[in-house]
């Protein structure tokens, strides 16, 4: 996808642009990943554009990250709390330099800290943020607008996709090469 | 410049911040990890300049030959200015540093020896134990017989301490060194 | 840095020695030497008029009178109180540094470079003998030529309190090393038990069976203070009557 | 900008529009349903359109008045009279406050607790709202996890201007030196200072990953108009487009962090109770303490969301956000939590007297001799007033809540301050009972922290969206009228 020409149509009605978003998919035989719709609020998943792909990815994986750093977590705080009174030792007369409530205070905290810090990374790795570079957007979206945003070969495909989405009742359509 | 300039605010911005972060970071790692070797080291000037080089290496006079103390008590002390003389009324008496010494013994005026070992007010540390466990005074004092002036060769930090007292097996319990 | 070696079951390890002390209190005539002699020896601060007022009077070791009866029937009990050093210290476990903690000898530790001064201890202690320092302390003139070089001056925003002369006993250890002996008995005294006029006040090793602080908690006279809170300190009132904890 | 308010309620066209604009069928006749029913369902629709919703609701962050500078720069100057207070004190010693032995702990620690209880409302409502889809959460999400975070960070000083040597602090955390020292992980502060600052970590990323969505909406708005808030806006949006990708995304994180926030958060307040319940001083050391704190947190959270949410509401014209329906449904919160509350409250005493422990029984007898004034604004304000907010008149009038909410707090910070200094002035040893009254010092501290909370939440509002805008929108694009017979209700759609 190094080489893309981008069709950004933006919307008022979600029911046109559902309709659109078959129509494209249909005429240019679009892959998962080649349409996105932009909005400025959560519809529900698939409601506008269907990504098998993305909700495998998503659904099977993205729980890993709080997860995974959560076992990390959760071996910082044992070595944190209990491993540190054993290799620090100091001569307590006759005090066992382990416990168990400490230790299970301090794992239970760093377990979240550690997993609070997966969740936010999972929305970098898997929202494929931040991307502060200029991309295919228009401000109108978070105004309300609807966005279609189309991934093509090329020129005539662009062009040809740009008249269908004003066609079916964009009210105004960006066009461009590799984002714009 | 040229690529500095090209960066938008934004990035600028990111990138100030950063490196602020990143400065203040390693700034801050510096003096708490290393502050004590940077800012530890102290050589002040002696009035006489004394040399252990000469004694202790060219003539190897033993350490406690001087500092009696260090075997008996918990301070290694500084001879007195009767025991320079001991020798150097027959030893290049007439060199000029040792007729400044000379005029001071007669005028019974302190020769105001500048304390390079100085530890801390909450530290108690115990020359006699040490010497009689059989540790050389090199050991902590550097390798005192090279050098000409004195300076501190060793921060003792705690860390030293504790490390040898752990090695050998000597009481870590806090209150061996503080009270 | 030296090596840090990981010692994995060592926390059984308990010194020959055990200090302890024991108060006669029926020897007790509340004279208050004691006081004025642990102030001299440990570098305690003399806090000033206007601080007492406020309550912060500064005495690790202080004498608690107490009235029995009603007048003219009236009997004054004494009662030195200075910390306790309980085997099981309820200061210990909740200082977050390390500043206090029990010595492998039985005592209470205190590392005055150590503490942050966030008083978490001193809440934690039922006997009240922690002080802090909230001032930096002044000395006079001449009262500065009076300090214990053994005894660190304490700054401000520390806790401090009884050491049970700390620094007397590593000397006395230190003599018995030089000797290649053992700390005899009545080797180390501490500033309160010296000066004590009636003798009220003995202290030695707990461990050594032919101690005189051995034989007198063992007489049947022996009481801790707020035994019900399970603290089991190494300091022993004894008083008339039954009340045997040996 | 166009400013539109309340009073397009009626108008059926404008409803119309918006309606539209989602795309759901509107079949309501707005003459038809009646005001009540309205009132409760209808969230943001009486907005023309979702432009003007984003202008109504980005107005505090982007107009700002002269009387807001004057109001800062007041706080401003009550922060500096505490933060010169407070220089004095670490200059001169601990001794500048009236804490003395054996009362080791003071107003700071009862205004720690107080700071740290206030912060536990506003992620755990939000988090648990969020997860029982109350749907009337949605506007009032942001400014609660605000609350959380500000208070938090006003909570974390305190335990900093209590210690007695400030410049030592560092020894509590774990950083590798040469002494090969650790700190003692046995102690309750420790635990403390990893919980406050785990759970500081969470509530700032759940407001932070909250915030994204809006971050866009404000960024596009400071572009247009090309205000110089679109640098750090730019940066913190993180070039969030809303796409699918990225809403599913945002969708299922934000579920993690409600559910990790909402283990985190008991935890801390347990915590903190631990801080009294395992150490072995008489009224101190009691089981039920955990619970007590968390439940007297949510308590005293959810009251100074209250009055947070009316002073907003007053102060920016949000009164069409921000509606009668969510104070009156945080009036009932408070009314559950409240009786909680009291439950655990009586509780303690009954524990007590049951146990017929002479030196607890004279811990109440001593708080009812000393702080009687203290003992009766806690049960006026904590425990009296649930017969009151039963009330649905007093729950959906603005002042009498706003005054409610107010003496919750009160009495909640008396509660804090009962539990923290009585028990010190009677410790086991008779011979050191004592009196305590916080000094000038500990009092202008304790203002400026007030102060400081203040200060950081008007600021924030300058700088950041208040209303949480990406959800109410998902509100409306999830939810329609749904016309059973001949009775057309409000539905919400669900997965």
């Known amino acids: 996808m190094s080489d893309h020409y981008t069709v950004l149509g933006l919307y008022r009605k979600v029911a046109i642009k559902t309709k659109t978003v078959d129509r494209v998919v249909e005429e240019f035989d679009l892959k998962d990943g080649e349409i996105e719709s932009l909005t400025s609020a959560a519809y529900p998943d698939g409601a506008i ?132 | 410049m040229n690529f500095w300039n090209s960066l938008s605010s934004t990035a600028k911005m990111v990138a100030g911040a950063l490196a602020a972060i990143f400065v203040g970071l390693h700034i801050f790692l510096a003096i708490f990890y290393f502050g004590p070797f940077w800012f530890g080291t102290h050589t002040p000037t002696q009035p006489i300049a004394f040399s252990h080089k000469l004694h202790a290496g060219t003539n190897k006079i033993p350490c406690q030959y001087c500092h009696t103390l ?110 | 840095m030296g090596k840090i070696k990981v010692k994995l079951f060592n926390y059984k390890k308990q010194n020959d020695y055990k200090w302890a002390m024991t108060i006669d209190l029926d020897r007790c005539n509340g004279c ?35 009235v029995e009866g009603t007048y003219p029937d009236v009997k004054v009990r004494f009662l030195p109180m200075m910390c306790q050093h309980c085997d099981i210290a309820p200061c210990e476990s909740v200082c977050p540094v390390w500043a206090t903690y029990q ?108 101690s005189k602080v051995h034989d007198l908690a063992h007489s049947g006279r022996a009481i801790r203070l707020f035994e019900e809170k399970g603290t089991h300190p190494a300091v022993l009132y004894l008083k008339g009557g039954s009340g045997n904890v040996y | 900008m166009s400013t539109s308010s309340g009073h397009a309620h009626g108008s059926a066209e404008h409803k119309a529009a918006f309606n539209d604009l989602t795309d759901v069928e509107d079949i309501r006749d707005p003459e038809a349903v009646p005001e009540v029913v309205r009132s409760t369902y209808d969230d943001a629709d009486i907005f023309r359109d979702e432009k003007e919703f984003n202008d109504h609701t980005l107005r505090p962050m982007f107009y700002t008045t002269k009387a807001y500078f004057i109001f800062v720069i007041a706080l401003s100057l009550i922060m500096a009279q505490g933060v010169a207070t407070f220089a004095v004190q670490t200059y001169y010693g601990l001794g500048q406050t009236n804490m003395h032995e054996p009362l080791f702990w003071g107003s700071y620690i009862a205004t720690f607790v107080f700071w740290v209880g206030m912060s536990h409302s506003g992620t755990i409502v939000s988090s648990l709202l969020r997860l029982s889809h109350a749907n ?75 915030l994204i969505p809006d971050l866009a909406i404000a960024r596009d708005r400071a572009i247009a108009n090309n205000n110089w808030r679109q640098h750090y806006l730019k940066f913190l949006a993180l070039g969030w487009r809303g796409s699918n990708r990225e809403w599913m995304v945002y969708n299922k994180a934000s579920l993690f962090l409600a559910v990790i926030i909402l283990l985190i958060a008991p935890s801390v307040h347990t915590i903190v109770s631990w801080d009294f319940a395992m150490t072995m001083t008489p009224g101190w050391h009691t089981t039920i303490f955990g619970p007590y704190f968390v439940v007297g947190a949510i308590y005293s959270g959810v009251a100074g969301v209250v009055t947070l949410m009316i002073v907003l509401r007053w102060l920016f014209k949000l009164d069409d ?47 009812g001799e000393r702080f009687p004034h203290l003992l009766w604004i806690m049960l006026g304000g904590s425990v009296l007033n649930i017969f009151l907010l039963s009330w649905s008149r007093v729950r959906r009038n603005v002042y009498m809540m706003f005054w409610m909410s107010l003496l919750v707090n009160a009495g909640m910070y008396s509660e804090r301050y009962l539990i923290v200094v009585p028990v010190l002035t009677r410790r086991d040893n008779p011979f050191m009972w004592t009196d305590y009254l916080p000094s000038g010092t500990e009092l202008s501290i304790i203002a400026a922290s007030f102060a400081y909370f203040i200060f950081l939440y008007a600021i924030f509002i300058k700088l950041f969206p208040i209303v949480t805008m990406a959800d109410v929108k998902e509100g409306v694009v999830i939810s329609g009228d749904m016309k059973i017979g001949r009775h057309s209700v409000r539905v919400q759609a669900r997965e």
Not at chain 3, 140 to 162: A, F, H, I, T, Y
Not at chain 3, 168 to 183: F, H, N, W
């Open chain 1, 49 to 180: 554009v269907d990504d098998k792909t993305l909700h495998h990815e998503v659904y099977k994986q993205q729980y890993l990250f709080p997860f995974l750093l959560g076992i990390c977590g959760f071996f910082l705080g044992i070595a944190l709390a209990g491993g540190t009174g054993y290799i620090m030792n100091m001569d307590v007369g006759g005090k066992p330099p382990f416990s168990y409530m400490p230790t299970g205070v301090i794992t239970y905290e760093t377990t979240l800290a550690c997993a609070v810090v997966g969740s936010l990374l999972s929305i970098f790795y898997f929202g494929k943020l931040p991307n502060w570079t200029e991309r295919a957007y228009d401000p109108d979206i978070s105004d309300g607008a609807l966005g279609l945003l189309v991934k093509l070969d090329s020129t005539e495909d662009q062009d040809r996709a740009a008249a269908m989405m004003e066609e079916m009742g964009a009210y105004r359509v960006h066009k461009g090469k590799n984002n714009f």
């Open chain 2, 70 to 179: 260090a075997r008996r008590t918990e301070a290694a002390g500084i001879p007195s200015a009767e025991k320079c003389m001991n020798c150097h009324g027959y030893v290049k008496a007439e060199s000029p540093l040792i007729v400044e010494i000379a005029k001071k013994f007669e005028n019974k005026e302190p020769i105001v020896w500048q304390k390079v070992f100085d530890l801390p007010d909450h530290v108690w540390f115990n020359h006699k134990r040490h010497i009689k466990k059989g540790f050389k005074c090199q050991r902590c004092h550097g390798p005192i017989e090279k050098v000409d002036v004195v300076g501190r060769s060793n921060d003792f930090k705690m860390g030293f301490c504790i490390g040898c007292h752990r090695d050998n097996e000597a009481p870590t319990d806090c209150w061996t060194c503080h009270t």
């Open chain 3, 32 to 66: 208050g030497a004691c006081v004025v002699g642990c102030q001299a020896e440990n570098n305690v601060a003399v806090v000033g008029e206007e601080q007492v007022e406020h309550g912060r009077n500064m005495q690790w070791l202080r004498i608690e009178r107490y």
């Open chain 3, 103 to 210: 010595n492998p000898e039985g005592l209470n530790v205190q590392v005055y470079n150590r503490c942050i001064g966030t008083r978490f201890c001193g809440n934690n202690c039922p006997y009240s003998a922690r002080f802090f320092n909230w001032y930096d302390s002044k000395w006079e003139k001449n009262q500065e030529n009076q300090l214990n070089p053994d005894v660190s001056v304490r700054e401000k925003g520390v806790m401090e309190k009884c050491t049970m002369c700390m620094q007397r006993i590593r000397r006395g250890k230190d003599l018995a090393k030089d000797e290649g002996r053992p700390v005899k008995d009545g080797d180390i005294q501490p500033a309160c038990a010296q000066t004590c006029p009636t003798n009220a006040i003995t202290f030695g090793d707990i461990n050594d069976p032919h």
């Open chain 4, 136 to 210: 009337w959460r949605r506007p009032i999400l942001r400014a609660a996890e605000a609350m959380t975070a500000f208070s938090l960070l006003v909570a974390g000083l305190f335990p900093l201007i209590h210690v007695g040597r400030l410049w030592r602090v560092y020894y509590m955390f774990p950083l590798p030196n040469q002494r090969t020292l650790w700190p003692q992980f046995k102690s309750p502060l420790m635990w403390d200072m990893m919980a406050i600052s785990v759970y500081m970590v969470g509530s700032m990323t759940f407001l932070y990953v909250g």
């Open chain 4, 321 to 367: 956000v921000i509606r009668i329906l969510h104070i009156d449904a945080l009036g009932k919160l408070l009314v559950v939590i409240a009786i909680i509350w009291t439950y655990f409250y009586v509780n303690e005493y009954i524990v007590t007297w049951y146990s017929h422990k002479p030196e607890e029984a004279h811990m109440w007898a001593w708080q």
